[in-house]
C-alpha cells in the first residue's frame, strides 16, 4: 500500500499474505484499527489479514500477537527505507 | 541495543526452515492463533537482542513444539517427552556458555516430566524454562493435562474434569517458588496486548539470568491452543482472561536475581596425563616383588573363606591376605558377600592366592576357612576340601569343628584384640594368625600395608601392627 | 606398572577417567552403587561432572545431553535402573550419540534380589528399549577387563557414534583383583561436525524424529549398515583349550571365571574340555562359534546365570549343526566348577 506520490508513509504495518494463516489476532489487537480481515484467501484458504492502507501507529502489538515469525513487518516511524536493519 | 526502526521476523529464527520437510519452509506448523508461536516471536528477539543467537542451545520438547527446532537458528536437541530439563542440565553443564533452553508444554513438563522439572530447579542449574500452560495436551490432539480446569471437557475428560478422580490443575509457579535455588518465577500470558508485552519483559530478563549465569529461571505462560480448545483465536483469549486466570494467577512468584548469590562456575576439566594420573593415585615406579617363600603344598594357593559377624572386620581381613599375596607376585581375587547380608548379620568373603591364572572367585570349596564366631563355622566346615585347614576364633565358638580329616587351629582371636585394648582390631590378628599357620608371607609385610589400607592415623596402625604379631607369635607359640 | 588392588566396580572408573569421560550421570543402586562412589571421588579432583540424578530415567536422558554437547560420558547401573535408562538409550541410538553405560547385573525379575544374576542379556544385547537399534556390548570377566574394556567401550562408541555397554555381572563388580592401570590417557576426538556446542560452528541438531516414512526407513538402513560394520570388524573372543577340545563350554562374565577353573580340573583328568568366552556380545562371535563343528568340537555348553538368555544366540550361530547343552543359575547363585562339570559328564558322557 502506498500514497499517492509512490512514497510509504511512517509507521507502515506489512503483512505477507503467504505467511499469514488468519487467526486475526492482529486485528482484535490493533488499537488503531488499522488492521482488517481480507475478502481474499491465500493459497492455504486462510482468510488473510490486511492493513488497511493508513493510520498505522507503531504501536508493534499486532508484530507481538502474531504467531508467525515473518507474516508481519512493521515500519517504525523513524524507518529509513534502504537502510539495513 | 539501537532503537528499532522496524519490527520484523527476528535473526534468531533461521531465513529458512531447512530441517522442516515439505514445500513449506517459511512458515510454522502451529495451528493459527497458537501460543507457542507468540511466545516462539518473544524468544528469538530476545536472543537476538541480547546477542546471544550463536550461543544457544533449546531443547525441542514431546508435544506441539517439538518442532521448535525447524525455526530457531540455534543449537538444537530434539528431547524424549518430559525430561527436557535432564537434558539441559547436562548440555549447560558440558557446556557452561551457553544459553541453554528448556521449551516445554504443560504435559511435558508438570506430567510425565514432574520430578525432572522439580529436581533441575532444585540444583538451581543455569538454564531457562519456557512453560507454555495450555491447559490441554495439544499434539495428541486435546487430552487432559495436569493444568487442565476443573470441569473443563477434553478428550479423555468427556464430562468435564472431575477433582475428586482426575485431581485439580497444578499450579507450578507456585510449587517451583517454594524452592530455595531458582532465582527467578514467573507467570504471564498472552491473552493482551499488555500482558504479551509483559511476557517480552519476562523472557529477556530470564535469558539474561542465564548469560549472567545467575542460575535457574522459569517463566511460565498461559497461551492459547484455538485447536484443542475448539474455539476462535481470539475466544481463546478471552478464555484465559475468563477462566485461566482466576485459577493460574498472573505475576512474579519469586526474584532474587539481584540477591547477591554466588554465580554458576563451572571450572574447565582436566586431561593432562600426570594430573590424571596423580588423581588416580597412580604410581609410574614399577613395584619389586618380594621372592615367594616355600610354602608346605596343604598351603600352596589357598582357597579361603573368611566369615564372621558383620563388623568383625572380614572384609579388611581378606584384603589384607590378597594385598600381601599380590606383593609376592602372586595371583590375587577377593570376593565379598555383599547386600543385607552385611547389615548386623554375617559377612564372608573368598580370597584366591594363587601361581597361575584365577578362574572361579568363589571359595565354592575353599582350603582354608577362617570362622570368625560359631554359624560361620558351622557353615563353611562343611564345604572345607578334604584334608584341610580350619582357623577358628575359640575366643567366641565354644564348640569343637566337627571335620575330622582338617587340620585345626583355635586361636582366641577376639580376646587377642581385646588384651591389646580394642577388639576392633581382631581381623589383623585373625591375618597374623594365618600367616602363621600358612607361612605364605611374612606378617612384616603385612605391617608395612597398614597404612595403605588403614590411613595415616599412628595409634591405629600401630595397635593393628601389635595384633598382626599377636595372631602371628600365638600360633607360632602354640601349635 | 604398577598394580593396583581394585574393585571391579572402581576399575571401571578408572578406565573412564583414563579415556577422557568427562561427565558421570548416576543414581544408586546395588550392586553398582561403588561406581557412582568412585566418580564422585575422582571427578572432582578433575573438574569433570559427577551428578546423582533423580532417576535412572533423568540419569540416562543427562547423558544423551552430555553426549550430544561433544562430551564423553557415562552413567552406571543394574536391572531395574536398567529398565529405566531403555527411554533414552532408545534415543541415543536412535540420534547416533556415542555412550558408556555399565550395568551390573543383579537378580530379577522385578526387585529380585543383589545377588550376581546375567538376565538383563536380553535387554541390553537384544535393545530393550523401542525400535530398530543395537548397542555394543562388552562384557568383562575380570577386574583388568573392567579397566580395559570401560576404556575400548568409549573408543568404540566414538568411533561408531553409538552407545556402548559394559555389561558383566555383581561378581565381576564387587570383586578385587590387581589391575595394571594403563599410563596414558586417550587422545579425544574432535566432534565439531556434528556436536552442539553452544557456538556458532556448532549449530548442529540432535535428533531421532524423521516424520517422513521413507526417511525414517533410509535412516534405519543407515543405522544397520553400521552394525553390519561392527560385526564385521569388531568381535573379540577368548578361548581357552578349544584346539583340541572335544566339548566346549560358552559363558561370559563370571560365569566364565567359573567355567575356567572346570576347564582346568577336566584337563587334570584327561577329559578334553575348552572354553569359548564372547567379550563382545554385540557383536556377537557368530562366526567363531559356527565353526566349532569344523575344528572338531562334538558338542557346547552355554553356561549362564539367567534362564538361558545367550544360548538363543549360540543356537541361531550353530543352525542346528551341532548338540548344544544349556545349564543355567539364577536368582542370584553361582554354580560352582565341580556343578559344572558334572553338567558336561552327565549331558556328553565325558
Ligand atoms: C513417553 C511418551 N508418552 C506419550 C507420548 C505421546 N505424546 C506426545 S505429545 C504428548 C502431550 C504433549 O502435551 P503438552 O506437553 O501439553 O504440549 P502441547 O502439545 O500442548 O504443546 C503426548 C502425551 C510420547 N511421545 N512419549
Ligand atoms: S496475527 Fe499473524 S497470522 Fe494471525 S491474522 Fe494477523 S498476520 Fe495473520
Ligand atoms: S494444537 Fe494447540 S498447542 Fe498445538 S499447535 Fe495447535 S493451537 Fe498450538
Known amino acids: 500500500m502506498e500514497t499517492v506520490n509512490g512514497e510509504r508513509e511512517y509507521p507502515f504495518c506489512e503483512i505477507d499474505p503467504e505467511e499469514c494463516k488468519g487467526c486475526h489476532l492482529c486485528v482484535s489487537s490493533c488499537p488503531a484499527e488499522v488492521l482488517e480481515v481480507s475478502d481474499n484467501l491465500n493459497s492455504k484458504g486462510f482468510h488473510y489479514a490486511e492493513y488497511k492502507g493508513s493510520g498505522c501507529i507503531g504501536c508493534g502489538f499486532c508484530f507481538y500477537m502474531c504467531p508467525e515469525p515473518g507474516a508481519i513487518t512493521v515500519y517504525l516511524k523513524d524507518y529509513e527505507p534502504g537502510k539495513a536493519v | 541495543m539501537a532503537k528499532k526502526t522496524v519490527l520484523r521476523k527476528p535473526k534468531g529464527f533461521l531465513d529458512v526452515y531447512k530441517h522442516k520437510p515439505g514445500a513449506e519452509k517459511d512458515r510454522t506448523h502451529y495451528c493459527p492463533g497458537c501460543g507457542h508461536g507468540i511466545l516462539h516471536k518473544l524468544v528469538a528477539e530476545a536472543l537476538e537482542d541480547l546477542d546471544v543467537v550463536d550461543r544457544t542451545v533449546l531443547m525441542s520438547p514431546v508435544g506441539c513444539s517439538v518442532f521448535a527446532y525447524y525455526y530457531f537458528d540455534t543449537g538444537h536437541f530434539q528431547v524424549a517427552h518430559g525430561r527436557a530439563p535432564a537434558v539441559a542440565t547436562a548440555v549447560s553443564r558440558a557446556n557452561p556458555d551457553a544459553i541453554t533452553i528448556s521449551y516445554q508444554g504443560d504435559g511435558d513438563l508438570a506430567a510425565i516430566g514432574g520430578n525432572n522439572i522439580l529436581q533441575a530447579a532444585n540444583r538451581g542449574e543455569n538454564f531457562v524454562v519456557f512453560f507454555v500452560n495450555n491447559a490441554i495436551y495439544g499434539m495428541t490432539g486435546g487430552q487432559m493435562a495436569p493444568t487442565t480446569l476443573e470441569g473443563q471437557k477434553t478428550t479423555t475428560t468427556p464430562y468435564g474434569r472431575n477433582p475428586l478422580t482426575d485431581g485439580y490443575p497444578i499450579k507450578m509457579c507456585e510449587v517451583i517458588s517454594q524452592l530455595y535455588a531458582p532465582v527467578y518465577v514467573t507467570r504471564t500470558s498472552l491473552h493482551d496486548n499488555a500482558n504479551v508485552r509483559k511476557t517480552r519483559n519476562a523472557v529477556r530478563k530470564a535469558i539474561q539470568n542465564v548469560k549472567e549465569k545467575k542460575g535457574f529461571s522459569f517463566v511460565e505462560v498461559l497461551g492459547m491452543c484455538p485447536s484443542g480448545w475448539k474455539m476462535s483465536s481470539t475466544d481463546a483469549q478471552r478464555w484465559i482472561e475468563e477462566e485461566m486466570i482466576p485459577v493460574f494467577p498472573l505475576g512474579v512468584y519469586k526474584d532474587v536475581t539481584d540477591e547477591d548469590r554466588s554465580s554458576i562456575d563451572r571450572p574447565t576439566p582436566v586431561h593432562e596425563v600426570d594430573r590424571v594420573l596423580e588423581a588416580l593415585d597412580v604410581t609410574t615406579e614399577k613395584a619389586e616383588l618380594l621372592s615367594k617363600r616355600e610354602v608346605e603344598p596343604r598351603y600352596a594357593n589357598p582357597s579361603i573363606r573368611a566369615s564372621g559377624f558383620g563388623g568383625q572386620g572380614i572384609m579388611s581381613m581378606g584384603q589384607a591376605i590378597a594385598r600381601v599375596g599380590m606383593k609376592y607376585g602372586y595371583e590375587v581375587s577377593w570376593l565379598p558377600s555383599y547386600g543385607p547380608e552385611m547389615r548386623g548379620g554375617t559377612a564372608n568373603c573368598s580370597v584366591k592366592v594363587q601361581e597361575n591364572k584365577i578362574g572361579a572367585c568363589e571359595a565354592t570349596e575353599p582350603t582354608v576357612i577362617i570362622a570368625m564366631n560359631r554359624p560361620s563355622l558351622e557353615r563353611f566346615e562343611k564345604i572345607l576340601q578334604p584334608d584341610g585347614t580350619i582357623i577358628y576364633n575359640s575366643t567366641l565358638i565354644e564348640v569343637e569343628p566337627t571335620r575330622e580329616d582338617a587340620e585345626v587351629y583355635p586361636v582366641p582371636i577376639t580376646g587377642l584384640a581385646d588384651d591389646l585394648g580394642n577388639t576392633r582390631v581382631q581381623s589383623m590378628v585373625g591375618v597374623g594368625a594365618f600367616a602363621g599357620v600358612t607361612d605364605l608371607f611374612d606378617p612384616e609385610e603385612v605391617i608395612k600395608l597398614l597404612p595403605e589400607m588403614f590411613g595415616s592415623k599412628a595409634s591405629l596402625i600401630e595397635l593393628n601392627e601389635k595384633a598382626v604379631r599377636a595372631g602371628y607369635e600365638y600360633v607360632k607359640e602354640n601349635f | ?350
Open chain 3, 1 to 350: 606398572m604398577a598394580k593396583k588392588l581394585l574393585k571391579g566396580n572402581h576399575a571401571a572408573v578408572y578406565g573412564a577417567v583414563l579415556a577422557g569421560c568427562e561427565a558421570y550421570y548416576g543414581y544408586p543402586i546395588t550392586p553398582a552403587s561403588e561406581i557412582a562412589e568412585m566418580a564422585a571421588t575422582l571427578m572432582p579432583k578433575l573438574c569433570r561432572t559427577f551428578l546423582q540424578a533423580e532417576s535412572e530415567v533423568a540419569a540416562m536422558n543427562m547423558v544423551y545431553g552430555a553426549s550430544g554437547s561433544g562430551k564423553r560420558v557415562m552413567t552406571a547401573s543394574s536391572g531395574p535402573g536398567v529398565s529405566l535408562k531403555q527411554e533414552a538409550i532408545s534415543y541415543s541410538a536412535g540420534s547416533a550419540l556415542p555412550c558408556v553405560i555399565v550395568d551390573i547385573m543383579r537378580g530379577g525379575p522385578g526387585l529380585g534380589n543383589i545377588g550376581p544374576e546375567q538376565g538383563d542379556y536380553k535387554q541390553v544385547v537384544h535393545g530393550g528399549g523401542h525400535g530398530n537399534y543395537k548397542c555394543i556390548v562388552l562384557a568383562p570377566n575380570s577386574c583388568q577387563e573392567m579397566c580395559d574394556l570401560t576404556m575400548l567401550a568409549f573408543e568404540l562408541a566414538d568411533k561408531y557414534r553409538n552407545p556402548a555397554f559394559v555389561l558383566t555381572d555383581g561378581v565381576i563388580g564387587q570383586m578385587m583383583e590387581a589391575v595394571e592401570i594403563p599410563q596414558t590417557v586417550a587422545q579425544l576426538p574432535d566432534k565439531s561436525d556434528w556436536a552442539v556446542m553452544g557456538t556458532a560452528e556448532s549449530k548442529n541438531l540432535i535428533n531421532s524424529i524423521y516424520l517422513d516414512h521413507d526417511e525414517l526407513e533410509e535412516w534405519n538402513r543407515k543405522l544397520q549398515e553400521k552394525y553390519r560394520s561392527l560385526e564385521q570388524n569388531e568381535v573379540r573372543i577368548e578361548e581357552y583349550m578349544v584346539e583340541d577340545a572335544d566339548y566346549v563350554g560358552i559363558a561370559y562374565g563370571s560365569a566364565s571365571r567359573v567355567l575356567r577353573t572346570t576347564v582346568d580340573t577336566a584337563r587334570s583328568q584327561g577329559m578334553k574340555i575348552g572354553m569359548l568366552r564372547p567379550i563382545t556380545l554385540y557383536p556377537f562371535p557368530v562366526k567363531e562359534i559356527a565353526a566349532l563343528p569344523d575344528r572338531g568340537v562334538k558338542g557346547v555348553l552355554t553356561v549362564e546365570l539367567s534362564c538361558g538368555q545367550m544360548v538363543n544366540d549360540v543356537n541361531l550361530a550353530l543352525k542346528g549343526k551341532m548338540r548344544s547343552e544349556f545349564y543355567g543359575r539364577m536368582g542370584g547363585n553361582v554354580p560352582s566348577s565341580n556343578e559344572l562339570l558334572e553338567k558336561f559328564k552327565e549331558l556328553f558322557g565325558v
